[in-house]
């Protein structure tokens, strides 16, 4: 096929086998897209495609992945806003029966394309290392292991105690993403083996990073956890796999952020926050660090 749409932030390249999305780059565009840059999407990744009217002379191509085919789409569950959904292309009306050759020539391929036997991992996810930075601590993620590193000011008392985290992608089940543009926005680690019972509240859960104005925005926090929920799917399907020793190896600190850390750990335990146990425990394993 080799045809091109090109509509309001972004061009679709249509194969015979794929479809090439293109972001454009402006200060208009959807943070979001910017960051995904962008994205080829294999037709056997699509469910249907669609041509729908728009706003004000305009007309809207939309393409539905299937279930597990995209982790992006998979972690987002149906939270984006339509301005921000990679797989919509709002395109002028003078487009339109272009476009809709294209949709009945895209829907009949897709058809006549064998059903995969799996979807999952049909479309890239977003490439490792990625970090962000949350309201009570920052985010990183390098391939192999999420880090939760917590925030002086922002991260809880409960959090403090139970000190700076490392979960390999081998011992989870599973990746929780809440919007940041909601009140409760978060992104929370399931473990692999995890109980029945209900987890703590974001703020209180050691497994959990809190969004909040300014923190965690979709464009850094989406990508992240498709990142890393492609990343517990594929350990999944490779049961036989081992957490990396990197992964393992407790991680080094600045010397200067230890000294703070601990200063801000004895604020705690002479507010009564921390009893003298804690305040030793953590203190030994802040110093065990550098």
């Known amino acids: 096929m080799g045809d ?3 509509g309001s932030h972004a061009a679709w390249e249509i194969d015979s086998d794929s479809v090439l999305i293109r972001f454009e780059r402006g200060i208009r565009t959807p943070k979001l897209f910017q960051a995904l840059g962008a994205r080829r999407i294999p037709l056997e990744a699509l469910d249907t495609v669609s041509l729908a009217p728009g706003r004000r002379g305009t007309v809207v191509l939309r393409a539905v992945a299937r279930a597990g085919a995209d982790p992006l789409m998979d972690a987002a569950s149906g939270q984006l806003k339509e301005g921000s959904d990679p797989y919509r292309l709002v395109l002028p009306s003078a487009q339109e029966q272009q476009a809709r050759e294209q949709v009945d020539e895209l829907n009949k391929l897709i058809a006549d394309r064998p059903a995969p036997a799996s979807a999952r991992a049909l479309v890239a996810p977003p490439e490792a290392p ?6 009570d601590g920052k985010a990183s993620f390098d391939g192999a292991a999420v880090s939760f590193r917590w925030s002086p000011t922002g991260a809880s008392t409960e959090k403090w105690k139970a000190g700076d985290k490392t979960f390999p992608v081998t011992e989870l089940a599973d990746v929780e993403w ?8 978060c992104l929370r680690l399931v473990p692999r083996a995890g109980s029945t019972a209900q987890p703590a509240r974001s703020e209180l859960d050691p497994a959990c990073v809190v969004f909040g104005p300014g923190y965690g925005p979709v464009h850094e926090s989406l990508p992240f956890a498709a990142a890393v929920l492609a990343a517990v799917r594929a350990a999944e399907r490779a049961p036989e796999s081992r957490t990396p020793e990197s992964a393992r190896l407790p991680l080094r600190r600045d010397p200067a952020d230890i000294a703070e850390r601990i ?9 009564g926050l921390v009893t003298d146990e804690e305040f030793v425990s953590k203190k030994t394993q802040l110093l065990s660090e550098l």
């Open 178 to 185: 809440r919007s940041p543009e909601v009140f409760d926005g």
């Open 263 to 271: 200063r801000h750990l004895g604020d705690l335990h002479q507010a």
């Open 130 to 135: 990625l970090h962000f930075k949350a309201y």
């Open 4 to 6: 091109v749409l090109a």
